[in-house]
């Protein structure tokens, strides 16, 4: 039952709710009416709807308020919602996320986001529900996920969580789902997430790597979308070059982002935004990649290549690489050899394609090169791709098998 107290602070912020939060003894007994409200009306989703559409404006989330900062104001309450000061009684949010109202969904997310941003609770609940929308086939998810995962993503405790549950592999991929010609806003949103990750860039090398990012926004830049995008993308990788590990300009070089850069200077492209933050990152990111250009060898290149698992036909998979870098696969019991062969897997047929032309060059030209291959199962899954449904790897699986199996493969062709 609501107090008498209760009813004249809900008909004071019926006219103005900035007067009641301005009142730090009002605002306290506002916030605890409607945290208790949300807790004990879960099943009454117009109440619901009117109690967290009310925290959004607590919080200052999509609330001009006029000579106040949004998001300080947010913080400001914060601790209001909360049992002792840094645990935040976030029940009656989680429950929220788990309605069948969308606006209910999107307004709660967003307010419990905003929160976990200073406050502590149950982060990892929250992650879980936006992976799962993000990996839902229906764009329409995004409307709901993306605003509550862009502000989380401001803490570092929470984007570790989020990476944590392979939150980055899942941006990455739906980026490349979404392409270019996706909605730009929601593109974006998606680089930003990637550029707040991509700020403790050491921590997430391997991931940034294995993921395929340095592709993913090296081909957004390329294709421009919007300026904000190609600003987001080119920060980020800025930051992530700044990284002290060389895999990742390999992995750039071999994106072709040194040319794309150079084009953009010569034609001006990157200050005509007048950005002067996007001018020093598009300089600073070039400047990088011609100092490391000379020190990155060919094979630097086809190993970063490998570790992202985004295989492309270049100059790393052509029969002068193999001839002068075969002897390198050696390193670490054939680590790379073995995953090339499990790239055969991949359900990209550019991939198994590339990865098929690899190991057949491989056991062409290193010595006793078919029985490697044939001892760490090479063989049996070339075998097995001369069955694909796709003739482009039946073709290049055919060819590898054959440099497997016969000696004089020069005599063959």
Known sequence: MLSHTDHQLLEKAQTNVSVILDNDADATLFISMLVKIADSCSNNITVQQYVFTRIEEVLGLGIDYTGIDAESYGVKHAVKFTTDGQNLIDGPFLKALNNS???????????????????????????????????????????????????????????????????????????????????????????????????????????????????????????????????????????????????????????????????????????????????NDVKTLNDTLIHNYRELSTFDRWTSEVQSGALRWGIVHT??????????????????????????????????????????????????????????????IALSLLSSENTDIQSEALQCVSKIMVTNWEFMR
């Open 101 to 279: 109202d969308l606006y209910l969904q999107k307004s709660a997310s967003l307010g419990l986001a905003c929160l976990y941003t200073s406050r502590d609770g149950s982060i990892a609940a929250l992650v879980d529900w936006i992976n799962l929308k993000l990996l839902s086939s229906d764009n329409g998810v995004f409307e709901m996920a993306l605003p509550a995962l862009t502000m989380l993503c401001r803490r570092e405790a929470a984007r570790d969580i989020f990476v944590s549950k392979g939150g980055l592999g899942n941006i990455v991929s739906i980026i490349k789902r979404l392409g270019a010609n996706g909605n730009a806003q929601h593109i974006y949103e998606l680089t930003f997430i990637l550029w707040t990750i991509s700020l403790n860039v050491d921590k997430y090398t391997s991931l940034f790597l294995s993921s395929g990012t340095v592709p993913a926004l090296v081909d957004l830049i390329s294709a421009a979308p919007s300026r904000k995008v190609v600003r987001m993308s080119v920060s980020t990788l800025s930051n992530i070059a700044s990284g002290s590990n060389d895999d990742i300009l390999a992995e750039m070089l071999t994106a072709g982002l040194d040319k794309l850069l150079c084009n953009m200077i010569a034609a001006n492209a990157h200050s005509q935004a007048g950005d002067p933050e996007v001018e």
């Open 319 to 380: 029969e002068k690489f193999w001839r002068e870098n075969n002897k390198f696969l050696e390193k670490d019991d054939f680590k790379h050899l073995k995953s090339i062969i499990s790239l055969l897997k991949s359900s990209d047929p550019t991939i198994v394609r590339i990865a098929l032309h690899d190991l057949g060059e491989f056991t062409r030209f290193y010595p006793n090169g078919r029985v490697v291959v044939s001892h760490l199962g090479g063989k049996e």
